[in-house]
């Protein structure tokens, strides 16, 4: 199976795990990734706000040079497959805007035609992959790992993108982790926001937020917590000792990246997942994979 | 209790009242607002899907103009309206209304080149952002525009009485503030009711929660006389269920940028009325759409509460969704939208009637109390009529601001109508639900002062009503006695109006004996323009009311037949 | 898991869950039947007295709303059950509510077997399901939602095209009924930011979004906001009942006037513009050092930890190194 490879911004530098974890995991499963080298940022969520159609530039000719390649995309960041998702989407919908950038696009031969399939790896699982060949691919479940999935908002949210009237329906990750071995629990912040989207210039949004999540996934029960966002890694495990210390409170929960959940399961060490780059160190995860 | 001193008091915050306080205040009149709802967010004038041209206006013919003019006089009101005064607001929403609506912000929908969508046809309409909701956004600015003026404006404040000087003139009105359950009293030179259209009265309603019909039973009580009572609109597009719906439309009107409108199924599956076809001249076509649906519902293909269905399964969903709202409801039931139809029934509307006003000033018949919109007897229908009345009271009460005195305080009967109301809430405990009272109403009101009724069925109506208030009022308690947010006490207070004004209406309804457009009885069947061509009035004398009619003056348009069966009749 | 289904199909897997939990109108609209009995459980609050929460059993009403058994339960069971409400059409905008945690206008939302309501959050309880709408009402009247026009006004009908008026038409379906207000996670953090909310901003976008308006005036307005502490969850967009896009449409649009208007207000993303322009990708470090200036460097602990563990890289943040994507940045975005 191949797929043109968008990892993005985050796990390229602050979760660079993220990029390695995928890689290797992507050889158990099969997935044959050509990476994009040229592709830019998709503009997270600020340029979208105030430079409209560069945000458009820049995404369309993502798109394109995955549809150069004849490839569908696959993408591990949340805010990266929404920003793409929502260009494809003005794209089809308003053809001035698609002629307008695809003049840009001729200046370096690319252009875009509407037909590449955005797939966020989460969704290849169970679209490309299925989850019958998944199961056959695991060969250390995860006995009895009770797990909090944090969605992160942008892979479910908004309901003109996803079409959920409750995000909170969304059950992608808990089936999956189910899947491998592990117990999912419910808990509050499941769906909700993690607040990285504003830590650049206030991080005490982000801090509030998270703690409350990772505090109500702790009484929840759960040894760790699995995220498909880099973005919400980056506050859940990267902030976590700033929001220990706002609570007042240890709360050593490890955070994994959806990837190396799976790796784990495969039966990929936590050395080759690069779990040693996390702040908060996963060594109980260990004890729950077992044969 | 709170004493508010200021020179005009306005109740109601509506089109009218709103309109009627900004025109004051640019007329240098201190104002207040008393609003039993939230401003601009209760009432009927939230529910305008969209505004009518009237004249030449935006490239009307005229054809057009004529036909705009006709359809007010013919279809909305049935030529019991003075025609001068429809003229005089004709000219007014043609010079005036639009321009001052879009200068203030007000968004006239556009389309991509720039012009203003309106409904192709013999009446042309245009809507403020979207069609099926213009009313949101225009009152919206309304109520943003008395923001702008600093005008202070008491919501969620029942008025319970009018107050009255010595001389028995206006000068104030009593009122309950039903979230903190304070008493507030409002003292001025004039008071302009301006309560609205539509009550809830009958088990369908259009009249949104608080309507209670208290305009006009306060008016009575100080002896103002009363019009037209007994006639009254009927939507008839109406969604059957959920019960809450039942002031949700499947509009009728013609659609902005179509040439197609709504249609409506027997429950043989027989198309019985679309408006384009069937009656382009009526643009809002209730009384046509009522007389199509009678004659279903004689004939068994239909029931006045539902068993016939409504929609836009002959339309493209594209042709609805660009510039209407319409699509939205049947979605949301989970129905395939153009093609399912969804139920619809019958919802009492619009009551045309209300307190008699002289048509240049707006004054009634007592003193110092002025009305303006829907509550005068004066027309019916359309946002923009309601807001010329706001211009006309305001420029009638500046007129007439030197010659009324100020109010005192009148304590004793500030003081009775406190006791009034303390008893309502202190009769605590096992009594009945003042809900279930309001409920009993409506229930009679819908059964017997439906929309077929006779003389048998309204004096029975009259001796249900009179059962309710012999028997069932005196019983009434709320079972929490705190003052604070009790809608079981305004409940009660509501209970006491409904009856009052439920009462004249159905006098009233006895008295005219015709047909006329949405008011029908089957004992007098026929639209009688000889004997009938005039304002039922309702005078209150010492020892109860009497009747007078007022035959209206027919400059403009005329009828053309002097009897002929109502469901004949092509208004 | 004993049941493995076979691959879905293309977008299915961003949607699972839907059909199980009943996540579609037609699925919420078919799910009940006259002779059901549905569980209500509603919250009660008294000023004095506190908090409670009182169960019902409720019969299904054919297409039944929230309102609908509100107003079953107030007059069956509970007769002093306080509630606003005023058109039940989705006009008026005074019913919404929370129903099994999740924001929603009573009149326009189907009921569900198990239910549990309560109040919105984020403004005061003053009894039962009755908010206090005034801290809202004071963000809106403090922002002066009217437009003041800089050029005299034409005459009717002015030269004004929908696409000028694209976004603010859309903030004009708004009704006011703080459903998004409620869901707001910032706006849950109290005085922790200067946030307007969601609420306030659509109702400030109808007119700032106006061309007509005076950028001046606008400008004013959107520097009280506190608009970029908005983190783009997307909750306000999904309990909108007027299915108002307020990130895409209204928050997003405005965070460009602000940009464009309020010198210094929009310092994160035009950072973050420059940074991807000038190497292709974000790199986190020269971003916070560009947004937060030195202060960044207060928290050694944290840049020890994350220097330790490689989540930056100094070098790499210092030397301005670009990526291969930067000749492409750069062209696209000058």
């Not at chain 2, 069937?278 to 046509?288: I, N, R």
């Not at chain 2, 969804?342 to 509307?349: Q, R």
């Not at chain 2, 009022?473 to 209970?495: H, S």
């Not at chain 3, 929603?104 to 908010?131: G, K």
């Amino acid at each position: 199976m191949k797929f043109a490879y968008y990892p993005g911004c985050s796990a390229r530098s602050t979760c660079a795990e993220l990029n390695e974890a995928m890689r290797r995991v992507a050889k158990k499963l099969g997935l044959e990734l050509t990476q994009l080298e040229s592709a830019t940022c998709t503009g997270a969520r600020e340029l979208r706000a105030i430079d409209l159609i560069g945000f458009f530039t820049l995404n369309l000719r993502i798109l394109a040079l995955a549809e150069r390649e004849g490839l569908p995309l696959m993408t591990v960041c949340n805010t990266c497959t929404l920003n793409l998702l929502d260009a494809h989407a003005a794209f089809v919908g308003d053809p001035e805007l698609a002629i307008k950038v695809n003049e840009t696009l001729t200046n370096e031969g690319l252009r875009y035609s509407g037909r590449t399939r955005i797939s966020h790896f989460l969704w290849v699982l169970y679209e490309d992959i299925g989850l019958k060949r998944l199961r056959e691919l695991v060969t250390k479940p995860l006995n009895g790992l009770t797990v909090a999935a944090f969605y992160g908002c942008h892979i479910t949210r908004p309901p003109q993108r996803y079409g959920f009237i409750d995000s909170r329906n969304n059950i992608s990750l808990e089936r999956l982790a189910e899947l491998l071995g592990c117990r999912s629990i419910d808990y509050s912040g499941r769906t909700e926001c993690c607040g990285f989207h504003t830590a650049a210039h206030d991080e005490r949004v982000a801090i509030k937020l998270t703690g409350a999540h990772i505090k109500s996934a702790k009484i929840g029960g759960a040894k760790t917590m699995v995220t498909p966002c880099p973005l919400c890694h980056t506050v859940l495990d990267g902030f976590q000792r700033e929001i220990e210390r706002d609570m007042g409170e240890k709360l050593d929960m490890p955070v994994l990246h959806l990837p190396q959940l799976i790796g784990l399961a495969l039966g990929l060490t936590p050395e080759e997942l690069r779990v040693d780059r996390h702040i908060v160190d996963p060594e109980t995860i260990a004890s729950f994979v077992g044969g | 209790m709170q004493v508010h001193n200021t020179e005009v008091v306005i109740v109601g915050g509506g089109a009218a009242g709103c309109y009627a306080g900004l025109s004051l205040h640019r007329g240098g009149a201190q104002t207040i607002i008393v609003c039993k709802g939230l401003v601009g967010k209760s009432g009927a004038s939230i529910f305008a899907g969209n505004l009518v041209l009237g004249g030449r206006l935006l490239g009307n013919t005229e054809e057009n103009a004529r036909n705009t003019a006709e359809f007010l006089i013919k279809y909305h009101n049935q030529f019991l309206i003075d025609q001068s005064w429809a003229r005089r607001c004709g000219q007014w929403i043609e010079n005036v209304y639009y321009p001052e609506l879009e200068e203030a912000g007000l968004y006239f929908r556009r389309d991509n080149e720039g012009n203003v969508v309106t409904s192709p046809g013999k009446i042309r309409s245009i809507a403020a952002n979207v069609q099926g909701n213009s009313g949101v956004p225009f009152m919206d600015l309304r109520r943003k525009q008395l923001m702008r003026a600093r005008i202070l404006c008491l919501e969620e404040t029942a008025a319970t009485a009018l107050l009255r000087r010595q001389d028995g003139s206006v000068g104030g009105v009593f009122g309950l503030n039903y979230i903190t359950g304070e008493y507030i009293v409002v003292l001025a030179r004039a008071v302009i009711l301006a309560t609205g259209y539509s009550d809830r009265l009958h088990a369908r309603s259009t009249g949104t929660r608080e309507m209670s019909g208290d305009g006009i039973a306060m008016a009575w009580r100080v002896g103002a006389t009363l019009a037209n009572l007994e006639m009254q609109w009927w939507h008839t597009n109406d969604i059957a269920y959920p019960p809450t719906w039942q002031r949700m439309q499947v509009y009728p009107n013609p659609m902005l940028g179509s040439e197609k409108s709504a249609r409506m199924i027997n429950s043989e599956g027989q198309e019985f009325f679309n408006q384009q076809q069937d009656d382009p001249l009526a643009y809002g076509p209730y009384t046509v759409q009522l007389k199509a649906l009678a004659k279903e519902v004689q004939a068994g293909r239909a029931r006045y509460d539902g068993g016939y269905f409504a929609g836009f399964d002959h339309c493209d969903a594209t042709e609805v969704d660009a510039y209407t709202t319409y699509g939205k409801g049947f979605r949301q039931l989970g129905l395939r939208f153009p093609q399912d139809l969804v139920e619809t029934a019958v919802t009492a509307h619009y009551r045309q009637g209300g307190i008699d006003v002289d048509t240049e000033t707006m004054c009634s018949s007592v003193l110092g109390l002025y009305v303006a919109g829907g509550l005068g007897g004066h027309s019916n229908g359309l946002i923009g009529l309601a807001t010329y009345d706001g211009k006309v009271v305001a420029e009638g009460v500046l007129g007439a601001l030197a010659r009324l005195a100020p109010c005192e305080l009148p304590e004793q009967q500030v003081e009775s109508e406190r006791l009034r109301l303390e008893a309502l809430l202190s009769r605590g405990g096992g009594g009945i639900t003042p809900a279930k009272v309001k409920e009993k109403v409506r229930s009679v009101m819908w059964e017997k002062v439906g929309v077929e009724k006779d003389a048998a069925t309204l004096r029975s109506a009259l001796a249900d009503i009179e059962d309710i208030r012999l028997d069932l009022l005196p019983c009434m308690g709320v079972k929490r006695t705190t003052r604070d947010v009790n809608y079981e006490w305004l409940d009660a207070i509501d209970a006491v109006n409904m009856i009052d004004a439920c009462e004249l209406i159905i006098h009233s309804s006895l008295e005219r004996k015709e047909s006329r457009g949405p008011f029908m009885r089957r004992d007098f069947p026929n639209t009688d323009n000889a004997h009938w061509l005039a304002a039922n009035l309702m005078k209150k004398t010492e020892n109860g009311f009497r009747f007078e009619q007022r035959p209206y003056e027919l400059p403009f348009f005329q009828p053309g037949f002097v009897e002929k069966n109502n469901l004949e009749v092509a208004w | 898991m004993n049941i493995v289904p076979a691959p879905l199909g293309s977008g299915d897997a961003r949607r699972l869950g839907q059909i199980e939990r009943h996540d579609s109108l037609e699925a919420r609209n078919s799910r009940l039947a006259v002779g059901d009995t549905l569980t209500v459980r509603v919250r009660r609050f008294e000023r004095e007295g506190g908090a409670d929460i009182l169960e019902f059993r409720v019969p299904y009403q054919r297409a039944m709303r929230v309102l609908d058994a509100l107003n079953w339960i107030a007059e069956n069971e509970a007769r002093d059950l306080a509630y606003r409400w005023f058109c039940g059409s989705k006009m008026c905008g005074t019913c919404a509510v929370r129903m099994n945690g999740r924001e929603v206008l009573a009149c326009w939302e189907a009921v569900e077997p198990d239910m549990t309501i309560e109040p919105l959050r984020n403004l005061p309880v003053i009894r039962d399901l009755v908010v206090d709408r005034s801290p809202f009402e004071r963000i809106v009247a403090s922002l002066e939602p009217w437009i003041e026009r800089t050029a005299p006004y034409a005459g009717f009908p002015e030269p004004l095209l929908h696409k000028e008026m694209e976004n603010a038409s859309k903030a004009l379906d708004c009704i006011g009924c703080m459903a998004c207000y409620s869901a707001c996670p910032v706006i849950g953090l109290g005085n922790l930011t200067d946030f307007a909310g969601p609420a306030p901003l659509v109702q400030l976008a109808q007119t700032a979004l106006d061309p007509r308006n005076d950028p001046t005036k606008v400008g004013r307005a959107l520097a009280q906001t506190g608009i970029f502490n908005c983190v783009s969850c997307y909750k306000c967009e999904e309990v909108c009942p007027a299915g108002i896009p307020i990130v895409s449409r209204v928050i997003e649009p405005l965070k460009a006037r602000a940009a464009v208007l309020v010198p210094g207000m929009a310092k994160h993303p035009q950072i973050l513009r420059r940074i991807v322009a000038a190497r292709g990708r974000v790199d986190p470090g020269a971003l916070v050092l560009g947004v937060q200036g030195f202060t960044a460097l207060r928290n050694l602990p944290r840049i020890w930890r994350m220097l330790v563990r490689g989540k930056i890289n100094p070098v790499r943040t210092l030397l301005g190194l670009r990526t291969a994507a930067a000749s492409a940045a750069r062209r696209l975005l000058s």
